[in-house]
Antibody, heavy 122, light 109 residues
Framework: QVQLQESGPGLVKPSETLSLTCAVS??????????WNWIRQSPGKGLEWIGCIYDSGRTTYNPSLKSRVTISVDTPNNQFSLRLRSVTAADTALYYCARNTLFLAMGASDSWGQGTQVTVSS | EIVMTQSPATLSVSPGERASLSCRASQSVKNNLAWYQQKAGQAPRLLIY???TRATGIPARFSGSGSETEFTLTISSLQSEDFAVYYC???????????FGQGTKLEIK
């Protein structure tokens, strides 16, 4: 049973960079069977897919965020990370990491972390 | 971007009754449609993928139907634990650009 756990600062200043990590247990971030995703949720925008990374290291991002986002993987520590640059109050949200099982449904997230709240404020 | 529209925004149903939730895509997503359940303070839980396939451990009272642009999630006999918010999500695009509906809140009547 895979488990995902987000971690990172809960408060980020405007114009700075939001950095979050998702630790994975019970599964490997190097498996060819999965993609590793970041999704956020806010009252204003609802659920918004941010992007994902595959075992090869290839990434795909939401076009609306692509210019500011980087997702990377840390294989030795079996975790993956999100960096979102130049944040504004609109980036305030509950951030989730999630796993997609590619041979079942590439875009459906079957395991989620519990989420971490990030507030952008000075 | 494919826009997902769910209706109604809120659905009031009595326990034991059937609930039907709708999701419409702004263009065809074929059967690349998932449904999630979210309870307060929890992450979404995958219920259905491929429009009609139940995820692991999901009770048989949950069923999904539809294709192309019109989809329905049906809960055949509502249990107390089923009252929650439900989201649909499309994952047709390649390269990926997954989008969610705004949710339907299922409340006790």
């Amino acid at each position: 049973q895979v488990q995902l756990q987000e971690s990172g600062p809960g408060l980020v200043k405007p114009s700075e960079t939001l950095s979050l990590t998702c630790a994975v247990s019970g599964g490997s971030v190097t498996s060819v069977n999965y993609s590793w995703n970041w999704i956020r949720q806010s009252p204003g925008k609802g659920l918004e897919w941010i992007g994902c990374i595959y075992d090869s290291g290839r990434t795909t991002y939401n076009p609306s965020l692509k210019s500011r986002v980087t997702i990377s993987v840390d294989t030795p520590n079996n975790q993956f990370s999100l960096r979102l640059r130049s944040v504004t109050a609109a980036d305030t949200a509950l951030y989730y990491c999630a796993r997609n099982t590619l041979f079942l449904a590439m875009g459906a997230s079957d395991s989620w972390g519990q989420g971490t709240q990030v507030t952008v404020s000075s | 971007e494919i826009v997902m529209t769910q209706s109604p925004a809120t659905l009031s149903v009595s326990p034991g009754e059937r609930a039907s939730l709708s999701c419409r895509a702004s263009q065809s997503v074929k059967n690349n449609l998932a449904w999630y359940q979210q309870k307060a303070g929890q992450a979404p839980r995958l219920l259905i993928y491929g429009a009609s396939t139940r995820a692991t451990g999901i009770p048989a009272r949950f069923s999904g139907s539809g294709s192309e642009t019109e989809f329905t999630l049906t809960i055949s006999s509502l249990q107390s634990e089923d009252f929650a918010v439900y989201y649909c999500q499309q994952y047709k695009n390649w390269p990926p650009m997954y989008t969610f509906g705004q949710g339907t809140k299922l409340e006790i009547k």
